[in-house]
Each structure stands twice: as C-alpha cells, then as structure tokens.
C-alpha cells in the first residue's frame, strides 16, 4: 500500500506517470501497518490505541495509519474520552484541593502505537498498554521505526 503518494493528471500534452518512489514518511507507516498487521489475532480483534505528537508529518501518517485499516473489522481505533473528577484535598497544600481528569478508554488496547515527530524525523513505535495505556511504556517498546 501507498500513502501518500502524489499523482500528477489532467494535464494537457503527454501524461505525466505517477511517481513510483516512496518518500521515507510513506515508508515507515507502510512498515508499521506490515507489523500490526502481523500482529492480528486468529481468534478476536486489535484494539490499537493511536496516540500522537504535533507535526504535519506525524498528523499526516497518523490519518495514514487510520485509513491502512479502514476496512479492516479485525482492527478498531480505542477512544479517549478525558472528563473532571470530583476534587480531592491537596497533601501539599492545607485547605486547598485539586480538580483531577479521569481518563477513560474504550475498548480496552491490545497495543498502543505512538507517531511523532522531531528533528525532521518521523517516529512511529509501538508497545504493550500496560496498566496505564496514557503513561511511559513499563515494558520498553516492541517495535520503533523511524525516517533516516
């Protein structure tokens, strides 16, 4: 598969053929869907929760990722839905309280994949939930590719 590839039509004169090289950007997501892919149960779904940083690039291959598995009803998208708490007291600070965010995802992640950006590069890595599919990989990453 192809993302992002530009096609240049409706020219007059002779026609101009679609460029056949892959940018590095196209290449990574093409190398990252290859590998959730493989990770496909037999018996069940993955549930892949895509999360991302700032970037053209990183926004671009996260759309990418998405649409790889548009039509695939083994593969669905976790959502994050961020909603208040009810105040607790502030150990730090006597008398005061903190309002806190309670995060809920649904369904419940069999992977997490994180796409960003820095440097000019792109990144796109993957790990397992953990207990807090939000916070730092307790298990280090399965896989991490990257744009050279």
């Not at 530009?6 to 190398?31: C, L």
Request: hydrophobic share 40%.
């Amino acid at each position: 598969m192809l993302f992002g590839c530009d096609y240049v039509s409706g020219q007059t004169g002779a026609a101009k053929p679609a460029k056949s090289a892959m940018n590095a950007a196209d290449k990574v997501v093409n190398d990252a869907v290859a590998r959730l892919k493989s990770m496909l149960p037999r018996d069940g779904r993955l549930v892949i929760l895509l999360t991302g940083g700032a970037g053209d690039t990183a926004s671009s291959a996260s759309a990418s990722l998405r649409s790889a598995f548009s039509g695939e009803p083994k593969v669905v998208f976790a959502r994050v839905e961020q909603k208040p708490a009810a105040p607790v007291s502030d150990p730090g600070a006597p008398g005061q309280h903190v309002n806190p965010v309670q995060f809920r995802i649904d369904p419940t992640p069999t992977v997490v994949v994180h796409v960003s950006e820095s440097d000019g590069k792109l990144y796109v890595a993957a790990r397992a939930p953990g207990r807090d599919p939000l916070g730092p990989p307790e298990q280090g990453w399965l896989w991490v590719l990257n744009t050279p």
